[in-house]
């Protein structure tokens, strides 16, 4: 199985950045996907339901929501099983439990991590 850990939320005023990280560990069989696997970000408001944030194929092609368009940055680094968020000019609504996710069989999701914007 595949460890999905997510690390880097935080309180941040509006206007203000965050970079996410989400740590990528398991079986050697099955963390050996991880460098051919797409992997993305969700979120979740509270009260509100889970939705697409960003995208990273294998070969490094990116794919975003219209909302973090030109605002948000999403990288990997297969050598560290690690997928990043860089989240700029931060908004309120930007508020939500970040997860992490896995295309890859049946897919594998992290905890999730707090990002709190202030107003």
């Known amino acids: 199985q595949v460890q999905l850990v997510e690390s880097g939320g935080g309180l941040v005023q509006a206007g203000g950045s965050l970079r996410l990280s989400c740590a990528a560990s398991?079986?050697?069989?099955?963390?050996?996907?991880?460098?051919?696997?797409?992997m993305g970000w969700y979120r979740q408001a509270p009260g509100k339901q889970r939705e697409f944030v960003a995208t990273v194929t294998s070969s490094g092609s990116t794919n975003y929501a219209d909302s973090v368009k030109g605002r948000f940055t999403i990288s990997r680094d297969n050598a560290q099983k690690t997928v990043f968020l860089l989240m700029n000019s931060l908004k309120a609504e930007d508020s939500a439990v970040y997860y992490c996710?896995?295309?890859?069989?049946?897919?594998?999701w992290g905890r999730g991590t707090q990002v709190t914007v202030s107003s």
């Open positions: 398991g079986s050697i069989f099955y963390i050996s996907a991880f460098s051919i696997s797409t």
């Open positions: 996710h896995m295309n890859r069989g049946s897919g594998y």
